[in-house]
């Protein structure tokens, strides 16, 4: 059996129902609100592309690294 890199293909005559497609990505901007799940409320003071958010929590400036899974935009 060979490991080959394609995805499959879903057939329209499969009676499987096709996988789920994955979830966009969250995608911030510098003045967003958000919260983090352990560092509270802020507002993003600093955009890395899709890598990581600056975040300004009022006590501490956080770097949060993608994906972002404990980060939420308000």
Known sequence: MTNSA???RHLP???F???PAPPPPKVFAVGDRVTHD???L???IGVEGEL???VDFG???E???APFAKLFRL
Do not use: C, H
């Open 38 to 40: 352990e560092y509270g």
């Open 17 to 19: 129902r096709r996988a």
């Open 52 to 54: 990581a958010v600056l």
């Open 13 to 15: 005559t499969s009676p």
């Open 6 to 8: 394609a995805p499959r």
């Open 59 to 61: 006590s501490r400036t």
């Open 63 to 65: 770097r949060i690294t």
């Open 42 to 44: 802020g507002r993003a």
